[in-house]
């Protein structure tokens, strides 16, 4: 299974918006907040590994 590992840019509600940080793209992923661990600030540095979030 691959790890990839994104950035929070933006928080909206109950959705963040992740930029992929391992690749160069400039394509945004929105997530609902209900993935993601509760404790996420714009700027959090995550890795989703075996379809999972974790702060890094």
């Known amino acids: 299974m691959e790890t990839w ?3 929070v840019e933006s928080i909206d ?3 963040a918006n992740l930029k992929r940080t391992d ?3 400039d394509d945004l992923k ?3 907040r ?3 661990p509760a404790e ?3 700027g959090s540095k995550l890795k989703y590994e075996f379809m999972q979030y974790t702060m890094m």
């Open 5 to 7: 590992y994104y950035e």
């Open 13 to 15: 509600g109950d959705y």
């Open 23 to 25: 690749i160069e793209t």
């Open 30 to 32: 929105l997530v609902a």
């Open 34 to 36: 209900a993935l993601l």
């Open 40 to 42: 996420i600030v714009v």
